[in-house]
């Protein structure tokens, strides 16, 4: 299994945008592929920050995501709203 | 939607009652409570860390997540086993 826990800073005035970009990350993840456990964004209780929790059933289901089209497609939306790199923790199941 | 990550640090040489407690929580929990989004422990990279991801349909999905018997039986020797309180952020959905 593959978990992972980002914490990212929105840029100021771009919240909006980032949040409909990953919406739509999210959405075409979620329909799109099996191998997800579970993976959704959220806003933390510090403005312009936010959480995305991230868990595949296997690093081939890591591999399908960020390989697919959607994934391709959006993330460099994503990443141009952040202000600074991603804080990441992985996990591993227990 | 109830959202929460939860980072405890366990107590030097409890790590294996705390895993197998844990376990057991979490089994029970998705085995019985069809409110669960995602409800799992991890490891973190940081020796005796470790992390609660827990994700419910609603408030209601909550409360009886922390009113079932699985809860009131394991949740008490999961807290024995912790060194300190546990580090919660809460979350909210995009």
Chains 1, 2 share one sequence.
């Not at 929105?10 to 959405?27: D, H, I, N, Q, Y």
């Not at 995305?52 to 993330?75: G, I």
Request: proline share 5%; with cysteine.
């Amino acid at each position: 299994m593959s978990t992972s826990v980002f914490k990212v800073k929105v840029k100021a005035g771009r919240e909006a945008e980032f949040e409909s970009v990953l919406t739509a990350l999210v959405a075409a993840s979620n329909a799109n592929e099996p191998g997800i456990r579970f993976y959704q964004g959220f806003r933390s209780d510090t403005p312009g920050e936010y959480v995305m929790l991230e868990s595949f059933q296997d690093k081939a289901a890591l591999e399908a995501h960020t390989a697919s089209e959607h994934f391709l497609a959006h993330t460099p939306k994503v990443a141009d709203c952040l202000d600074g790199p991603p804080e990441i923790q992985h996990l591993t199941d227990i």
